[in-house]
């Protein structure tokens, strides 16, 4: 063996390095992820302080900075998450399961960018350039600004952006690829962080601004992302429901703008389309009329989204009553369901609950508690709560409501789409009293709510 190889080991999941194999990783708890990976060791000296490579310090005041330090992508949804465009020179991954549309979507940038004008790059490692022909057609019509590439090694691929110094490269994906100089297969931990290493060279070095594909899977000889988040400027999640059609793009980590902010795709024959109005969409097709339903609304970002809550509340026939929730927090469910049973007496202990956040989206938000327990006590009770009755608010231990922030924004959002009455609560009265042509309903106790819509 060479004297300047070295046996480590890598946890797949988060990179965490030992030098002898472990059962569990110390660093995520993660139960059989370490794989051995050889490592050069760089010849001593190599890393010294030359006068060429020393950099000097300099003062902010002295800092330059370009008007066009932000390009937009051509879509609206994409943006938003990114903090208002593309920034020159910045690293963004793009994490996501197989089959989600990650390609589609960076396909799609590339054709707006190229449209107007910007000179684009595309590195695919994983597919031929016919393959990507074929989704190309499907999304549209490209200029000639857009270059493609089929190539895996980081040298090479380092050479052609000097030499056709793209504003915009994608790099599809980050697994695939590979960097001459480190022995172990492309995909795994050591590959992926120093072909990421070059990557932030050449955007930081050139200008460029790069988007890398990311894959992330169960299985542990694929390096999962977790190990570039460190290393990237933006870290964006692509989600959805393989079976609903529509899909969530959220930043986890951007150093150019908010992490709360996400955006809402729909896949269709040509490519993805934005969704404008999520709250729209996702109450699209709700029952009327039908116990157990009410609307509430969570913030995600800056935008209020609606959606509808559904709870199914019937008689168990065991011991132990079955709970279970789908799109939001399970214990969350648990605990307010208990807070009903003592500070509202009903008896939910003897009933199994099923807890739903229609469309397939995750919502954690605590504002919406009070739409929960509404839609428990309304299938319990077996009382349909009107069709254009909003409610949102934090529930407390003692069966309080609490107040939540950007109320105004929230009854807004419901007066934009009909509803006629929100129910709120009272700490919020001071911010919303101005809004006018909707009822309001302010409660401090999740009694009140209960008697205001459910009582007969
Ligand atoms: P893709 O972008 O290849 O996913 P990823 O790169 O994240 O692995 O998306 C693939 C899925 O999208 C595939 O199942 C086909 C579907 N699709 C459409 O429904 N409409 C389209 O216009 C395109 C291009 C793809
Ligand atoms: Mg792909």
């Known amino acids: 063996m060479l004297k300047n190889k070295k046996i480590v080991y890598f946890c797949q999941e988060c990179g965490y390095e030992s030098s002898k194999w472990m059962g569990q990783c110390p660093g995520c708890r993660a139960w059989n992820t370490f794989v051995e990976e050889a490592v050069t060791k760089k010849p001593a000296g190599s890393g010294k302080i030359t006068d060429k490579n020393l950099a000097e310090p300099v003062v902010l005041s002295k800092i330059s900075m370009t008007s066009d330090e932000r390009k937009s992508s051509g879509i609206g949804e994409l943006d938003r998450v990114l903090g208002g465009g593309i920034v020159t020179g910045s690293l963004v991954l793009v994490g996501g399961d197989p089959g989600i549309g990650k390609s589609t979507l960076l396909l799609q940038v590339c054709r707006n960018l190229a449209l107007q004008g910007t000179s684009v790059l595309y590195i695919s490692g994983e597919e031929s350039l016919r393959q990507i022909k074929l989704r190309a057609d499907r999304i549209g019509e490209f200029n000639d600004q857009l270059q493609l590439l089929c190539e895996t090694n980081l040298e090479n691929i380092r050479e052609i952006m000097e030499r056709k110094k793209p504003q915009v490269a994608i790099v599809d994906s980050i697994q695939t690829m590979f960097h001459d100089q480190i022995s172990s297969a492309p995909g795994s931990v050591s590959q992926v962080r120093e072909s990421t290493n070059v990557l932030m060279q050449i955007a930081k070095g050139m200008g460029v601004s790069i988007f890398i594909v990311g894959h992330v899977t169960k ?61 729209e969409y996702l109450l699209d097709g709700r029952p009327e009329n039908t116990s157990g339903s009410i609307v509430a609304c969570s913030m995600e970002g800056t935008r209020p989204i609606l ?9 168990s026939n065991f011991g132990i009553p079955r709970r279970t929730s789908v799109g939001t927090d399970f214990n969350r469910v648990n605990l307010l369901m208990a807070v009903l049973e003592k500070k509202v007496g009903v008896h939910l202990s003897s009933s199994d609950a099923y807890v739903n956040i229609a469309g397939g989206m995750k919502m954690t938000e605590p504002a919406i508690d009070l739409g929960i327990c509404l839609a428990i006590i309304s299938s319990y009770k077996d009382i349909a709560i009107p069709d254009r009755v909003m409610a949102f608010g934090e529930v407390g231990l003692s069966g309080e409501v609490r107040a939540v922030s950007m109320a105004p924004q929230r009854v807004s959002e419901a007066k934009k789409l009909g509803f006629d009455t929100v129910i709120l609560p009272m700490a919020c009265r001071d911010s919303c009293e101005k809004i006018q042509g909707i009822r309001m309903v302010y409660v401090s106790w999740i009694r009140e709510a209960i008697d205001a819509i459910l009582e007969k």
């Open 219 to 279: 299985e542990g000889n694929v390096a999962g992302p977790r190990v570039l988040e460190h290393m990237v400027d933006t870290v964006l999640y692509f989600e959805g429901d393989r079976h609903a059609s529509y899909r969530i793009l959220r930043a986890v980590k951007n150093r150019f703008g908010s992490t709360n902010e996400i955006g809402v795709f729909e896949m269709q024959e040509n490519g993805l389309q934005e969704v404008k109005n999520p709250s």
């Open 307 to 315: 959606v509808e809550i559904q709870a199914l509340v019937c008689q």
